[in-house]
């Protein structure tokens, strides 16, 4: 047997402030969109914003149903549709965001794991890093410098 040790970097920012204009812009993009998220079931709204290589930025809202897992999260709806509108154009970052109706999210939301597979999908294919910006509706931020580092043993198409 061997054990090993998995380690990996990330920042942790006190506030949307201390982002870089860029990485603020694209937060607030994510803040936007939360309001347009579908959420009756939950009362947990949130909002995705993805930036791409060309310069474009696609917003994404999580979209609920009855049918619970029929669901779609902001993050797949922002990377699916980045996908469908801009084929073969590279994904930089992506800040998520999210709100409740039940009590204030100040702590910083990470994805659920089928997003995090979504993104990791995503980055495998572009065959560069996804910066990954997370916060809740208010206070500190996490920057990660690559989806992977969500999900490091991330299942992808050598698997098949």
């Not at 590279?90 to 979504?118: E, F, L």
């Not at 916060?135 to 969500?150: K, P, T």
Request: with cysteine.
């Amino acid at each position: 047997m061997q054990k090993r040790k998995l380690v990996f970097d990330y920042n942790l920012f006190d506030s949307i402030e201390e982002l870089s204009s860029v990485q603020q812009k694209l937060m607030h993009s994510a803040i936007a969109a939360r309001k347009d998220a579908y959420a009756p079931y939950s009362k947990f709204h949130v909002g995705a914003a993805v930036l791409l290589k060309n310069g474009k930025t696609v917003i994404g809202s999580n979209q609920e149903n009855a049918s619970y897992p029929a669901g779609v999260c902001a993050e797949r709806v922002a990377i699916l549709y980045a996908g469908a509108k801009y084929p073969g154009v590279a994904i930089v970052a992506i800040a998520i965001t999210a709100t409740s109706k039940n009590h204030k999210v100040d702590a910083p939301v990470t994805s659920c794991g089928i997003c995090r597979q979504s993104m990791a999908e995503y980055e495998q294919k572009q065959k560069t890093p996804i910066e990954i910006l997370m916060m809740g509706e208010i206070g500190q931020v996490i920057q990660c410098n690559s989806v992977l580092d969500l999900i490091p043993f991330a299942f992808d198409s050598a698997f098949l």
